[in-house]
């Protein structure tokens, strides 16, 4: 840079610094209240920082229905798994938080466990297979009502082989009168059964205790996440876009379950995944059918589930299927990723079904569709075959760039000043309203407050928030806005 560049630069800095200081000492002869004065000293980001450990994990496993997801959520203190009174509800591997007596452990709630079975059940045994190769301890659960049955007995067999500690949980056990029915399972040959109810909670302090014993101090399968913690990315769509594809492919491994039909996945499932030598906490979720309200049983919990995943999000990438036509439950699906203020990217993919026709097609109903949304990042990919998903990477960080950019109060209030000036907001009822004041309360997403002397109408702040894409990008972030009118004091 040359000296006389820096000169300039410098000359810039030092008159905005001095607008800024005029204009702040102009606001205080307005009538401020305390969360003004909040706004102006102060700033409400949120952290998404997430120092990670090697926590020991226990993977819970079983055959259908069982109740291995009502032990997870009776351990994790609140209702976390999906649980219905129907076989088969829960699909892939997910993990848990959980903490016991002052240590924190991760629990993986699997999929009914069965042998000799093809499809999509195939793919739920094969997750708790994995399941149990990555954790450090396992929990077998077994219905004491039912007592010893063929798949248990395949199950232990095949847990015969594993070189982990296993302890043998019988549930459903819900009085003391019941305590025979668990003995029985001692002839599974795993030791001692330990029987609880996970329903009422009965036994599980016990349970707990043991679980602990067996558990190793620090994970020797889990991973040591970066002290800054991985971005968490939001995977989300209406059912059979190809969510849980992509993170199959990314992760290059089938990771989670994928079978043609649809709604298959019901609970998030968090995936460490490295692209371009960085990690990313990808979490794959529930396809979301229709409004919240509209939904029952399963489909009503994963989609509060995909809701709750997407609000811990930085971003949400949302699938759609490029080789058919945008419906509304796409435009809703944007739309919620919009309202949870989290940066976006839209991912078009089948890209390996769409011809040139439909291409064209496509970009009209974007247009057409998403007119107000034209800050979207866009890559068009093949979740199935790997095309283009090298661009993800990108796409994902010019987004959580913008979304967690800061413009300087002088410059911001600069650029407005020169904005108002040339292009002012219209005169109404012989009044035109002033911008007495900007600032930028947080990032993540950026939110801007005005300070004005009137109301500035809907029409005017989308064109203030169009001029503040095209002078400071904010690609792949809403922009949330807001004014605040304030009148003169009064002279005493």
């Not at 929990?139 to 004491?144: F, Q, T």
């Not at 190793?216 to 399968?221: F, G, I, K, L, Y």
């Amino acid at each position: 840079m040359s000296e006389n560049s820096q000169t300039h630069d410098h000359r810039e800095e030092s008159e905005d610094l001095q607008r800024l200081e005029l204009l702040r000492n102009n606001l205080d002869l307005y009538e401020l209240n305390e969360e003004d004065l909040a706004v102006l000293t102060g700033s409400d980001d949120e952290d998404f920082s997430s120092a990670g450990q090697a926590l020991p994990v226990l993977a819970v496993v079983g055959r259908p229905n069982v109740g291995k997801s009502s032990l997870v959520n009776r351990i994790v203190g609140k209702r976390v798994a999906v649980v219905q009174d129907i076989p088969g509800v829960t699909r892939d591997r997910v993990s848990y938080p959980a903490s016991w007596n002052g240590r924190d452990f991760t629990l993986l709630d699997t999929g009914g466990w069965e042998v000799d079975v093809a499809g999509i059940d195939a793919s739920v045994a094969r997750q708790a297979e994995y399941a149990i190769e990555n954790s450090d301890a396992v929990a077998l659960v077994v219905d004491a009502t039912v007592g010893i049955t063929h798949t248990d007995e395949q199950i232990v067999r095949l847990l015969r082989g594993v070189t982990k500690p296993v302890i043998l949980v019988a549930n459903k056990v819900d009085s003391a009168m019941q305590e025979s029915d668990a003995a029985v399972l001692w002839g599974l040959g795993l030791g001692e059964p330990h029987a609880i109810s996970a329903l009422h909670g009965r036994g599980m302090g016990d349970l707990l205790d043991i679980i602990l014993e067996i558990l190793p101090q620090e994970s020797a399968v889990a991973g040591l996440a970066p002290g800054s913690g991985p971005h968490r990315i939001a995977l989300i769509g209406r059912p059979n876009v190809g969510k849980s594809s992509l993170l199959n492919q990314l992760a290059g491994a089938e990771r989670v379950v994928v079978d043609p039909l649809a709604g298959t996945t019901r609970d998030p499932v968090d995936e460490v995944i490295w692209l371009d030598d960085k990690p990313w906490t990808f979490v794959d979720t529930a396809g979301i059918r229709r409004r919240v309200h509209q939904t029952k049983g399963a489909d009503f919990y994963a989609s509060l589930r995909t809701q709750s995943a997407l609000e811990k999000a930085e971003l949400g990438l949302v699938l759609l299927d490029a080789s058919s036509q945008i419906t509304e439950q796409d435009i809703r699906v944007i739309q919620q990723v919009v309202d949870a203020g989290r940066a976006l990217v839209l991912v078009c993919n089948k890209w390996d079904l769409v011809d040139e026709e439909r291409q064209w097609t496509l970009t009209k109903e974007l247009e057409r569709e998403l007119v107000q949304l034209q800050w979207v990042e866009r890559v068009n990919l093949s979740a199935k075959t790997g095309w283009h998903t090298n661009r993800l990477t990108r796409a994902m960080n010019e987004a959580l760039n913008s979304w967690q950019t800061r413009i300087p109060t002088g410059r911001l209030n600069s650029f407005l000043g020169e904005l108002a000036s040339a292009h002012p907001h219209p005169v109404r009822g012989g009044k035109q309203p002033r911008i007495l004041f900007a600032t930028q309360a947080r990032s993540c997403p950026p939110r801007f407050v005005l300070f004005a002397s009137g109301f500035l109408e809907a029409g005017y702040r989308r064109f203030i928030e169009n001029q503040l894409r095209a002078q400071f990008g904010f690609s792949g972030t809403p922009i949330e806005i807001s004014v605040r009118v304030r009148e003169k004091r009064r002279r005493r």
